[in-house]
Nanobody, 128 residues
Framework: EVRLVESGGGSVEIGGSLRLSCTAS????????IGWYRQGPGNECELVSSIDREGSPEPQWYTDSVKGRFTIAQDSAKNTVYLQMNSLTPEDTGVYYC???????????????????WGQGTQVTVSS
């Protein structure tokens, strides 16, 4: 059974930082694409970053709104993926989901039921 467990969410002030972690069991993370989706309040669910995304010229892929602020990284020895989030804004608020084998970059709601292996999600709240 594949299980993904996220941690590291919380509440921060504007401009603050958080690091999310996603540890997998039942799956070797560096054998597949791994991503982080975000469901913001009143927003669609969007893929914000992934590793080894098909068609990406770089191993790490980011949606435009987080480029230069977020960094995705993987520790194969710990079977864990991290999302370092800096210079956070209120628009980054949402539930963040770690997903193995992500697909479309936007969907109406997270988690999807027709693709990927999803963690339970971790809440990130950015406020002044």
């Amino acid at each position: 059974e594949v299980r993904l467990v996220e941690s590291g969410g919380g509440s921060v002030e504007i401009g603050g930082s958080l690091r999310l972690s996603c540890t997998a069991s039942g799956l070797i993370l560096d054998s597949t694409e791994i991503g982080w989706y975000r469901q913001g309040p009143g927003n669609e669910c969007e893929l914000v970053s992934s590793i080894d995304r098909e068609g990406s010229p770089e191993p790490q892929w980011y949606t435009d709104s987080v480029k230069g602020r977020f960094t995705i990284a993987q520790d194969s020895a710990k079977n864990t993926v991290y999302l370092q989030m800096n210079s956070l804004t209120p628009e980054d608020t949402g539930v963040y989901y770690c997903v193995a084998e992500p697909d479309t970059e936007e969907l109406e709601r997270c988690p999807a039921t027709d693709f990927g292996y999803w963690g339970q999600g971790t809440q990130v709240t950015v406020s002044s």
